[in-house]
């Protein structure tokens, strides 16, 4: 074991097969070329493990893989670069992925901070709603509402954000994106930590003229439309361990679109918070490693303000200890 901190991500570089990589400050260490090495160089024995050059073996045991990049990062930060010349790349030099490339699901939660319910009231009861059956932000009778993303909609933290068309409405959703570490059913809120690997910033990309079916009104909300279209759903730049972040209600969430502030707020703001979550779905659900849960949004979306994004706009995405997006915008493509 070792006090070593460190992130994890997906990477690729020179047309390579995307692989797992430990990130030590600027440095982005091949984990599966990283072990090889440490037999090599160091005499440590590795337990045998299946190939971990990728995310979903990694979380495919996350406890015990987790124990030997623990052990893996002590012996990088002994030996140095020099120890691991054939395993290491410089951050600049690698293209940026999803860090969990292949969930089984995306778990969304909808309007679960307040702020972000109040600026999206008048819009919600404008198309379908009796405002006196709005929700109001308060628990009270309520339960966490969950929708589902398609995982194709994944894109790395720094890639394009592609926009269907010119006249759609595209907005921003800065989220706390949580990812399941070990398989469960059933899960109670008081044990719902067990099984999380670790956290991510994730940016929940919505068209919000497709979120009402107009050929459709007495059915309400169109998710697939308006949530799920391929780059909708950066994420990234890496996965931090949740044995690096005990208390992940304290981390600040910001987006700023071409520089300006637009979100601000508190990951423990959330009205049903990520044990409630879990143990929703997994009422309903069996949750996998890799799973996904983005737990909300703050207030500051753009359709508060009418204010929608536009081919050469820029979006940063940040959460404390998490990293930042840099997201441009770009037009559609045939």
């Known amino acids: 074991m070792t006090d070593i901190t460190f992130k994890i991500g997906t990477f690729s570089t020179g047309g390579r097969r995307p692989f797992a990589g430990l990130v030590i400050g600027d440095l982005v260490v091949d984990v599966a070329e990283a072990l090889a090495s440490a037999r090599r160089h160091t005499g440590w024995e590795p337990p045998a493990t299946p190939d971990l050059g990728s995310m979903d073996a990694i979380l495919g045991d996350w406890e015990r893989h987790f124990e030997i990049l ?63 059956k709005a929700f109001s932000g308060k628990k009270d009778g309520a339960e966490p509402y969950l929708f589902l993303k398609a995982p194709s909609a994944l894109c790395g933290a720094f890639d394009d954000i592609v926009l269907p068309s010119e006249d759609d409405q595209i907005d921003w959703e800065a989220e706390l994106a949580v990812v399941i570490g070990t398989t469960g059913k059933g899960i109670r809120a008081d044990r719902a930590m067990n099984h999380v690997a670790g956290f991510m910033v994730f940016n929940d990309v919505s068209c919000r003229n497709r979120l009402f079916r107009k050929d459709r009104e007495n059915f309400r909300t169109d998710w697939l439309s308006s949530k799920s279209f391929d780059t909708f759903a950066p994420t990234g730049p890496y996965l931090v361990p949740k044995a690096f972040l005990p208390d992940h209600s304290a981390l600040r969430i910001t987006l700023k679109v071409n520089g300006e ?42 359709q508060g303000s009418s204010t929608y994004l536009k081919v050469g706009d820029v979006i940063e995405t940040e959460i404390d200890g998490l990293g930042c997006q840099r997201n441009p915008v770009v037009g559609p493509r045939s």
């Open 261 to 302: 502030l637009k979100q601000d707020g508190l990951a423990g703001e959330m009205i049903f918070g990520t044990e409630e979550q879990i143990e929703f779905a997994s009422a309903r659900m069996t949750l996998h490693p890799g799973d996904i849960f983005a737990t909300g949004t703050i207030g500051g979306v753009g």
């Open 70 to 132: 623990q052990t893996l990062a002590g012996k990088i930060a002994a030996e140095g670069r020099g120890g691991f010349q054939d395993a290491a790349h410089a951050w600049a030099d690698l293209r940026v992925l999803p860090p969990v490339p292949h969930p089984s699901k995306i778990l969304n939660s909808a309007a679960n901070y307040s702020g972000h319910v109040k600026e999206m009231r008048s819009y919600t009861t404008t198309n379908n709603l009796d405002p006196a």
